[in-house]
Structure formats: structure tokens, C-alpha cells
């Protein structure tokens, strides 16, 4: 990551040839009602799996047990995001805080297709998945 940029974490969850996204809250600064992939911002100090981890305790109440690199690209002029497929983890998804009003299971072709993504980046990501 380039000097100066902040750190971005999200998770592509993968089950049954299915990817789950959130649909971030209409009260969120940040890209409100919009499908998203779950995760959030990398604090000072901390490693990207540190911070996926944590992400997707504290948003789904999940612990990741598999995590394969996927892709990173810029958000804006000040941020990058890295994303992770995760093929494996303990506990069930569940949303527990108010980041998301709304989880939902999509084949990457579906979620590709939706209008309201958090990034036009994620069709490419989506496209490139072998589930």
C-alpha cells in the first residue's frame, strides 16, 4: 500500500456456490442502502488479517478459518481496500451491529447484476470468482 493511504479490509464470504453480501444501513455516511462485502477500516498498527478478523466478529459474529488474498484497488483519493475470499469459518453469519440492515446470498452472476454495489469494482472481483 502506498504511503499515506488508509488501509481497507472486506470479506467475500463464499458457501454452496453462493457469496454473501450486506446491504449497508440508509442511516450510514458511507455508501447508505448500497450491497456491500463485509469488513472495514485496518486500524494503525494492525495487520490486514487482524483487522478482517475483528471486522467480521464484530459485524456477522463470525471467526474466518480459511482466507485467500482476491484483490485490492483504490477507493477514492485516500483509501485501499484489500479484499479476501473466505471459504471457511466457525459460527453462523448474523448481523449484530447496525452497519448492515440486511445479509443476502447471491451467485457471483447475481451479485454482479445488482444496481445499488458499494463499488463498480466488485463486478470484476464477482466475475473473476470460482465458487
Same mark, same amino acid.
Given at each position: ?9 472486506? &470479506?467475500?464470504?463464499? +458457501? #454452496?456456490? +453462493?457469496?454473501?453480501?450486506g446491504?449497508?444501513?440508509?442511516? +450510514? +455516511? ?7 462485502? =463485509? ?5 494503525p @498498527? $494492525? ?10 466478529? $464484530? /459485524? ?13 484497488? #483504490? ?16 459460527? /453462523?453469519?448474523? =448481523?449484530?451491529?447496525? /452497519?448492515?440492515?440486511?445479509? @443476502?446470498?447471491?451467485t457471483?452472476? $447475481?451479485a &454482479? $447484476?445488482?444496481? /445499488? ?12 470468482l470460482?465458487?
Amino acid at each position: 500500500m502506498q504511503p499515506g493511504r488508509i488501509g481497507l479490509v472486506g &470479506a467475500i464470504l463464499v +458457501k #454452496d456456490g +453462493k457469496l454473501l453480501l450486506g446491504r449497508r444501513s440508509a442511516s +450510514k +455516511k458511507n455508501y447508505p442502502g448500497v450491497w456491500d462485502i =463485509i469488513g472495514g477500516h485496518v486500524e494503525p @498498527g $494492525e495487520h490486514n488479517a487482524r483487522a478482517l478478523a475483528r471486522e467480521l466478529e $464484530e /459485524e456477522l459474529g463470525i471467526t474466518p478459518m480459511r482466507v485467500w488474498p482476491t484483490g485490492e484497488f #483504490d477507493v477514492g483519493e485516500t483509501h485501499t481496500l484489500f479484499v479476501y475470499l473466505v471459504d471457511a469459518w466457525s459460527g /453462523e453469519p448474523a =448481523i449484530r451491529n447496525d /452497519e448492515h440492515s440486511e445479509l @443476502g446470498w447471491f451467485t457471483p452472476g $447475481e451479485a &454482479a $447484476e445488482l444496481n /445499488e454495489l458499494a463499488s463498480p469494482h466488485y463486478r470484476d472481483i464477482f466475475a473473476t470468482l470460482r465458487i
